[in-house]
């Protein structure tokens, strides 16, 4: 594998830099206040040709693969934005995925060429209360009515429900279906009439949602791909989030605040740097991160040979890189002392009082896009040939 930077990415390394540049903390901060995602962001990012990166050209994209994908992803994380920007590039295009591979024409037309702009937004309705993250145990109902489908059935921790226009639903379609199969994937507008929206919000100052449908008609022309293959469709947009909603950029930031904590504070008049438990730990940490990289890049690799999302390559890499995040923010929180318990902004707080929240914020990591335990599943199952455990 070729590590070195690709000069020819220059020009959009800068181009994205340039417009996080518009956003300061300030923005930011107030976009985690409103449990909301950055509206003016996305759309900055739309009017400057980026947040479309991998629409094709034909329907206003730049018809880029993974690698301009994850480049992009980087950089907005590098920049600051961190999950928000992220999870809104992540949502905004990425998510529609699934029509850029399997939607009709009509879909295509409709939705892509929003997207490219950054002037759609989209939720994703997978779990329910009874099913996990096991996709194949949904139980959301629908039924044929005349030439649509009407959808009965609640989804759990959607987290941008509540400002989303549109939302994806996987929905079971054929009862008597293995659990595999008889699924089928809708795109439904979240005004519609049936639909309630209840606030969840989490320990990591995150609103999520419950979602309910009551008798929620949908029209065929809003079916993505073919009747009863709705599962294949979520599983392969599952492995692109797991990549891409989980970028090592703010890993690699939180590291380096640990690095120049340790490098430059004292304890008991001697030198952080100087304890060997603490040495030994942060070079662990290092380490660590340095095997998440490349295991990101592994992953971009194996997308760039064409096709689905590779899918043990995606869970390698959250698996690894949500748990390493979670090892470091307990670090954080350690090495840092009580002041580490100060939340974000506070004067004089360690690491500019990044441990607390992330300390929160990183069990999360470790349970969205597919837990941990699942991910495990799959690299056992699929990469190692071992038998199933459930």
Same mark, same amino acid.
Request: hydrophobic residues 40%; contains cysteine.
């Given at each position: 594998?070729?590590?070195?930077?690709?000069?020819?990415?220059?020009?959009?390394?800068?181009?994205?830099?340039?417009?996080?540049?518009?956003?300061?903390?300030?923005?930011?901060?107030?976009?985690?206040?409103?449990?909301?995602?950055?509206?003016?962001?996305?759309?900055?990012?739309?009017?400057?040709?980026?947040?479309?990166?991998?629409?094709?050209?034909?329907?206003?994209?730049?018809?880029?693969?993974?690698?301009?994908?994850?480049?992009?992803?980087?950089?907005?994380?590098?920049?600051?934005?961190?999950?928000?920007?992220?999870?809104?590039?992540?949502?905004?295009?990425?998510?529609?995925?699934?029509?850029?591979?399997?939607?009709?024409?009509?879909?295509?037309? /409709? $939705?892509? +060429?929003?997207?490219?702009?950054?002037? %759609?937004?989209?939720?994703?309705?997978? *779990? &329910?209360?009874?099913? =996990?993250?096991?996709?194949?145990?949904?139980?959301?109902?629908?039924?044929?009515?005349?030439?649509?489908?009407?959808?009965?059935?609640?989804?759990?921790?959607?987290?941008?429900?509540?400002?989303?226009?549109?939302?994806?639903?996987?929905?079971?379609?054929?009862?008597?279906?293995?659990?595999?199969?008889?699924?089928?994937?809708?795109?439904?507008?979240?005004?519609?009439?049936?639909?309630?929206?209840?606030?969840?919000?989490?320990?990591?100052?995150?609103?999520?949602?419950?979602?309910?449908?009551?008798?929620?008609?949908?029209?065929?022309?809003?079916?993505?791909?073919?009747?009863?293959?709705?599962?294949?469709?979520?599983?392969?947009?599952?492995?692109?989030?797991?990549?891409?909603?989980? /970028? $090592?950029? +703010?890993?690699?930031?939180?590291?380096? %605040?640990?690095?120049?904590?340790?490098? *430059? &504070?004292?304890?008991? =008049?001697?030198?952080?740097?100087?304890?060997?438990?603490?040495?030994?730990?942060?070079?662990?940490?290092?380490?660590?991160?340095?095997?998440?990289?490349?295991?990101?890049?592994?992953?971009?690799?194996?997308?760039?040979?064409?096709?689905?999302?590779?899918?043990?390559?995606?869970?390698?890499?959250?698996?690894?890189?949500?748990?390493?995040?979670?090892?470091?923010?307990?670090?954080?929180?350690?090495?840092?002392?009580?002041?580490?318990?100060?939340?974000?902004?506070?004067?004089?707080?360690?690491?500019?009082?990044?441990?607390?929240?992330?300390?929160?914020?990183?069990?999360?990591?470790?349970?969205?896009?597919?837990?941990?335990?699942?991910?495990?599943?799959?690299?056992?199952?699929?990469?190692?040939?071992? +038998?199933?455990?459930?």
């Amino acid at each position: 594998m070729d590590f070195t930077e690709d000069p020819d990415h220059d020009a959009l390394r800068a181009g994205i830099r340039a417009v996080c540049a518009d956003f300061d903390d300030g923005y930011w901060s107030a976009c985690d206040g409103d449990h909301r995602f950055p509206w003016e962001f996305t759309r900055a990012m739309g009017d400057a040709g980026w947040i479309g990166l991998t629409i094709p050209e034909e329907l206003g994209g730049g018809g880029c693969g993974i690698t301009e994908a994850a480049l992009l992803m980087r950089e907005v994380a590098a920049s600051g934005a961190a999950m928000n920007g992220c999870s809104a590039i992540h949502l905004t295009v990425f998510g529609l995925e699934p029509v850029v591979r399997f939607g009709n024409d009509r879909l295509r037309r /409709t $939705f892509l +060429p929003r997207a490219a702009t950054g002037d %759609l937004h989209v939720a994703f309705g997978v *779990t &329910e209360p009874t099913a =996990g993250t096991d996709t194949s145990k949904v139980a959301t109902r629908a039924v044929r009515d005349g030439d649509g489908w009407r959808l009965n059935g609640q989804k759990t921790w959607t987290t941008s429900a509540h400002f989303a226009e549109w939302y994806w639903v996987g929905a079971r379609t054929d009862p008597d279906a293995p659990k595999h199969s008889g699924i089928t994937l809708f795109l439904v507008p979240l005004d519609h009439p049936g639909i309630t929206i209840n606030g969840i919000w989490t320990m990591g100052d995150e609103r999520t949602n419950d979602v309910f449908f009551d008798d929620v008609w949908v029209s065929d022309d809003y079916v993505v791909g073919d009747v009863n293959r709705g599962f294949q469709y979520i599983s392969e947009a599952l492995d692109l989030e797991r990549f891409t909603m989980f /970028t $090592f950029s +703010p890993i690699q930031q939180r590291l380096e %605040l640990l690095c120049e904590h340790v490098a *430059t &504070e004292t304890r008991d =008049g001697e030198p952080l740097r100087a304890d060997p438990v603490i040495r030994r730990q942060v070079a662990h940490l290092v380490t660590e991160a340095e095997v998440a990289r490349v295991l990101g890049l592994r992953f971009v690799a194996a997308s760039m040979k064409g096709g689905a999302p590779p899918t043990t390559e995606a869970s390698e890499y959250k698996l690894f890189a949500t748990e390493l995040s979670k090892r470091l923010a307990d670090a954080s929180m350690d090495v840092g002392g009580p002041g580490s318990q100060l939340r974000v902004r506070t004067d004089d707080a360690p690491m500019k009082g990044r441990a607390e929240s992330t300390y929160r914020y990183t069990v999360i990591d470790t349970i969205g896009g597919g837990t941990s335990e699942v991910q495990k599943n799959i690299i056992s199952r699929r990469k190692l040939g071992l +038998p199933k455990n459930f």
